[in-house]
């Protein structure tokens, strides 16, 4: 089981910046698939970025939302999601999402951190 631990979210108003982070508290991010989702209310989770595994410290980064970048430092052991230009649809609770090589589901996941962007 591995825990992760989001943090960083918070009320902002349009157009300011967010960097969200997630942490897995005991062990490291290595071999980890990871990726960033969101809830708004009254829709379904979608994925926002994913930071796919390859080798070592070395993650494939890819972001569905132009405003927004996935990155990795495996020296600080984190991952996050830098959010610019935020809009009041982004407003959403964001979860990291993690899986293992072996499988192909992100079967862990953070407890969520809320973003609120207000106009």
């Known amino acids: 089981q591995v825990q992760l631990v989001e943090s960083g979210g918070g009320v902002v108003q349009v157009g300011d910046s967010l960097r969200l982070s997630c942490v897995p508290p005991g062990r490291t991010l290595g071999s980890l698939t990871m990726a960033w989702f969101r809830q708004a209310p009254g829709k379904e989770r979608e994925i926002v970025a994913e930071?796919?595994?390859?080798?070592?410290?070395?993650w494939s980064a890819t972001s569905k939302k132009d405003r927004f970048t996935i990155s990795v430092s495996s020296i600080k052991n984190t991952l996050y999601l830098q959010m610019n230009s935020l809009k009041p649809e982004d407003t959403a609770v964001y979860y990291c999402a993690a899986h293992r090589s072996s499988v192909e589901e992100y079967e862990y996941w953070g407890q969520g951190t809320q973003v609120t962007v207000s106009s």
């Open positions: 930071a796919k595994w390859i080798g070592g410290s070395t």
